[in-house]
């Protein structure tokens, strides 16, 4: 006999009933409904999931279930309570009355087959009798039935919530963020961990009876330092999820490539400051790179003859869009690589007759620069490159006379002398 035909927790589920059930989600997981269903065998995917939900999840006592109405009750007087309940329900069903068969239900590990082809077979209870044991197919009464209950289907409500805290819903501008960090939200975990390697020093150890109290003290010293390690993988994490750094900053999204590498550089100073003060200080830092990014954009243009705001604003145009046609990325004021020399050194070899002052930039020069542009044939647009490249290595602190500027330009001498003598009488270019 089967000692667990008996109800625990509901009238309509038996003992070993809750225990296939329970086995079932230990072996394929909360949201494997299906095979859950299959692995009770007497009970479908939906009312797997109600039970769940309503005799657990929803338990005044969570995790556990409510046991309080069957404590100190044997099992004669919880089958009774069933089969009062099946009486009740019996009386109220408005399938027509059906004769059930003298027969009990003993739940087991198998799939429940149809059974439409044998007829109208009513459906008993698994507590109405419990003398003889085997297996009942459901009758199309249990199938109209479950056909009928309002019964909410998980795949009908993606954010079913079973209980526990809700986790917050993840923005999609940051789901590639937490997919590089290793970072699992539902197991608030990163995959490897901080430190992942603190467990192998206790992979080995155990303490025996016959070991010498040195070589248990020296183990326990062990275990503290491994629970030190353990305390500061912890404080990471939670510094991280507190500063909510697995999301990308409101700030920084409209912050440009440059500005965002400069707020990489403070975070290592993060941990010190709260998280108002560091954005403060992130908020300063760029407004102080932009002051100083301006300021040098306003020498350059000074230093190309501009005037007036409205002619810096054409020469700071105008020189992005041809960095942009030329394919020569932009780079910080104070960083001249080999690679803005070498496209200067590339475009003045193709210096032609006429046309000198035609070009578009012509319209930046002053009348004594485009006539040193005609004398020396030079484009307006090399013209002010040379400059630029000039002014900035002054700056610098790499030319301290002409002759230091040769080595720049792939031209004559003569031309860079020219150009040279030009930002001498600017006041650029030092005696």
């Known amino acids: 006999m089967d000692i667990l035909s008996f109800p625990l927790i509901c009238p309509d589920w038996n003992a070993d009933e809750e225990m296939l059930l329970l086995e079932g989600l230990e072996m394929y997981g909360m949201g494997n409904w299906a095979e859950v269903g299959e692995h009770v065998g007497t009970k479908t995917k939906e009312a797997c999931v109600e039970h769940f939900k309503s005799a657990y999840l929803e338990s005044p006592y969570f995790p556990l279930p409510d046991m309080t109405h069957v404590i100190g009750k044997n099992r004669k007087e919880l089958l009774a309570m069933a089969k009062g309940n099946f009486t009740d329900k019996k009386g109220h069903s408005s399938l027509g009355d059906v004769v059930p068969k003298d027969e009990s239900f003993s739940p087991s590990r198998v799939k429940v087959e149809d059974s439409h082809k044998n007829g109208p077979l009513g459906r008993l209870n698994s507590v109405s009798n419990t003398g003889t044991t085997g297996i009942k197919k459901p009758s199309s009464k249990a199938q109209a039935k479950d056909q009928n209950a309002p019964v909410k289907l998980e795949d009908n409500h993606p954010g079913r919530n079973f209980g526990g805290k809700k986790p ?20 608030q975990e990163f995959d490897p961990e901080y430190d992942n390697d603190a467990e192998q020093l206790l992979a080995d150890m155990e303490f025996k009876e016959t070991e010498t109290e040195e070589e248990r003290e020296l183990k326990l010293r062990v275990l503290h330092i491994y629970g030190k390690r353990l305390d500061e993988r912890k404080r990471r994490k939670d510094f991280i999820l507190e500063r909510n750094l697995l999301q990308p900053s409101e700030f920084e999204k409209d912050l440009s490539p440059e500005e965002r590498d400069i707020c990489r550089r403070y975070d290592a100073i993060m941990r010190f400051l709260s998280k ?33 705001s409205a002619e810096v604003e054409r020469y700071i145009e105008r020189k992005r869009k041809r960095e942009v046609e030329e394919g020569v990325p932009r780079k910080e004021s104070s960083q001249i690589g080999p690679t803005s020399q070498e496209s200067c050194q590339g475009n003045l070899s193709s210096i032609t007759d006429s046309g000198v002052v035609a070009f578009s930039a012509g319209e930046l020069l002053s009348e004594p620069e485009k006539q040193l542009c005609r004398e020396i044939r030079l484009p307006p647009q090399h013209y002010l490159r040379m400059q630029e490249v000039l002014t900035i290595q002054i700056f610098s602190g790499n030319i301290t006379r002409k002759s230091d500027a040769y080595p720049l330009f792939q031209i004559e001498a003569t031309k860079v002398d020219r150009v040279y003598d030009m930002l001498l009488k600017k006041g650029v270019a030092p005696l």
């Open 168 to 187: 917050k819903s993840l923005k999609d501008d940051g789901s590639s963020l937490m997919k590089l960090s290793g970072y699992n939200a539902k197991r």
């Open 276 to 308: 108002e003060e560091h954005e403060e200080l992130l908020k300063t830092v760029v407004s102080e790179h932009r002051f100083l990014k301006r300021i040098q954009e306003l020498k350059e243009a000074r230093a190309a003859g501009c005037r007036s």
